[in-house]
Structures are given as structure tokens and as C-alpha cells.
């Protein structure tokens, strides 16, 4: 069964057009770049997957079925970005807001929580926190509802090369466990020390790319983007 399907997709905002007749299709479990400059549309992509957006033309399918409210809810864990965490609330009352929403016991908080090195802080309030350490949190969210897809927008923004290390691991591990994670960042370098496998957003299109091992980021971005050294 397919676990994505983006089908003959157009949405834009009133004249501007951010896809337009774009096409994407994810059969195989494990994890997936999404890449493009800033601006081109990885966050209204992930927020018309999670039907937080309407397409005004074509249809989004996860798991067999339209990206309704429930398949959403029951297939999909989103990791947006740090604005939806509430500063005077600690890390811990908010996973466990998540975990308690989805019927998930709080005793799996303690292993993710250990896993992504974050323990030392989940109760200290999120004002606190860096922008790492909210970042770690945001994953340790989407982790905890355990859903076989997550939507990851910019999950490797702002972490430095210790948290990334964590990171990665925390995602080779859900793909280990059979997972599916679509992974934002217009961070092409950092994003193929994750993944290989990359949807490129081009002329309001999709586009899959598995990247050879001996393709820099700089080279693929390049000739994709029309982007050169001076
Ligand atoms: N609520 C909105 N109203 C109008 N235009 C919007 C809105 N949200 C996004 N846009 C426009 O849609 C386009 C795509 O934005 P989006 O945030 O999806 O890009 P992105 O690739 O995620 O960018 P970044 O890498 O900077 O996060 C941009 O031109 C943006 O200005």
C-alpha cells in the first residue's frame, strides 16, 4: 500500500502560485528529503499532507485513503516549527499533552527523552530553552505519538554538530522500525548525511532525486536551482 500520494496537486496563495500540477509518491518506508530555497513551499506542502491547507486542485492520499482529519490523526505525526510550543509550559507538559491526545502511555516519554539527550531539561520551562534544545523537543512530540509517517519541517535547523549526531540517530532508529519520515530543509549538505532519497520542490513541481555517493549537495543544488559560484 501506498504510504503517500500526492496526485496532479495545484495551491496557491490568491495569484501566486506555489504548486501547480505536482506529483509525489512514497511506497517505501524510510526517510525522505525535501528540499528547495526558502520560500518555495515545504511548509505549505507538509500543512496540505496534514490538511492543514485545502489543495485547490488534486488529491493527497496517505495509507490507501484521502489526508482526512482522522487518517491524518491516525497515520501522521507532525513536527512544525518552534511557534506552536508555549514558552511558560516545561518540555515534559508538553509531550505529555501529546501523549495523553493520543492515547499513549506517558511511560514511552522516559526512553525518547533519554534517546534525544534531553532529560536534563524537560522540566525546566521552554522560555529557557535554546533553539536546539526546542528543536530536540519538537521531535521528541512527534516521536512519542509514535505514527508511521512524520512530516519533519526544518528538524535539523539550528541544532549544533552534537545535537545533530543525536538527531540523525533518533531517525535512523524510527527508519529502522519501519517509519517514514518526509524531512524538510533547504540544508541540502546536513539533510544527505540523513538521506539520499530527496523530493526537490522545482517550478511549483515535485521532483524525487536519489543522489549518487559521489554528488556533493552544492553540485545537485546548482543544477537544480540555477545557483553558481561567483
Ligand atoms: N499564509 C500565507 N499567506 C500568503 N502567502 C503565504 C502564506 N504562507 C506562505 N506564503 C507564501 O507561500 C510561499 C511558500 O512558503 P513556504 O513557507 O511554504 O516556503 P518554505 O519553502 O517552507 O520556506 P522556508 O524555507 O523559508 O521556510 C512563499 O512565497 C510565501 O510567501
Known amino acids: 500500500m501506498d504510504i503517500l500520494t500526492i496526485d496532479d496537486l ?5 495569484k501566486q502560485p506555489v504548486f501547480s500540477h505536482a506529483f509525489l509518491k512514497i511506497e517505501q518506508p524510510g526517510l525522505y528529503g525535501l528540499v528547495a530555497p526558502n520560500g518555495s513551499g515545504k511548509t505549505t506542502l507538509l500543512n496540505l499532507i496534514s490538511s492543514l491547507l485545502q489543495p485547490q486542485a488534486g488529491k493527497i492520499s496517505l495509507y490507501g485513503g484521502l489526508n482526512t482529519a482522522k487518517n491524518v490523526f491516525d497515520h501522521v505525526a507532525f513536527l512544525q516549527d518552534n511557534s ?3 514558552p511558560y509550559l516545561s518540555g515534559r507538559e508538553h509531550i505529555n499533552f501529546v501523549a495523553d491526545t493520543h492515547h499513549i502511555p506517558r511511560t514511552a516519554i522516559a ?8 532529560t536534563s531539561y524537560l522540566d525546566k520551562r521552554v522560555r529557557h530553552y535554546s533553539l536546539g534544545m526546542k528543536q530536540r523537543l519538537l521531535l521528541a512530540m512527534a ?3 509514535d505514527r508511521p509517517l512524520m512530516l519533519l519541517d526544518e528538524p535539523l535547523n539550528g541544532l549544533d554538530p552534537t545535537s545533530l549526531i543525536i538527531v540523525r540517530e ?8 519501519g517509519q517514514t ?3 524538510s530543509s ?4 546536513e539533510l544527505m548525511r540523513v538521506t539520499r532519497d530527496i523530493f526537490f520542490v522545482v517550478d511549483h513541481a515535485l ?3 536519489h543522489l549518487a555517493a559521489d554528488e556533493t549537495a552544492e553540485q545537485r543544488y546548482a543544477a537544480l536551482f540555477g545557483v553558481h559560484d561567483k
Open 181 to 183: 519520515a518526509l524531512i
Open 207 to 209: 521532483r524525487f532525486e
Open 10 to 14: 495545484s495551491f496557491g496563495w490568491r
Open 186 to 189: 533547504h540544508n541540502l549538505d
Open 84 to 86: 506552536v510550543l508555549y
Open 170 to 177: 533518533a531517525l535512523n532508529q524510527a527508519k529502522a522500525d
Open 143 to 145: 516521536l512519542v505519538v
Open 111 to 118: 526512553p525518547i527523552a533519554d534517546k534525544l539527550e534531553m
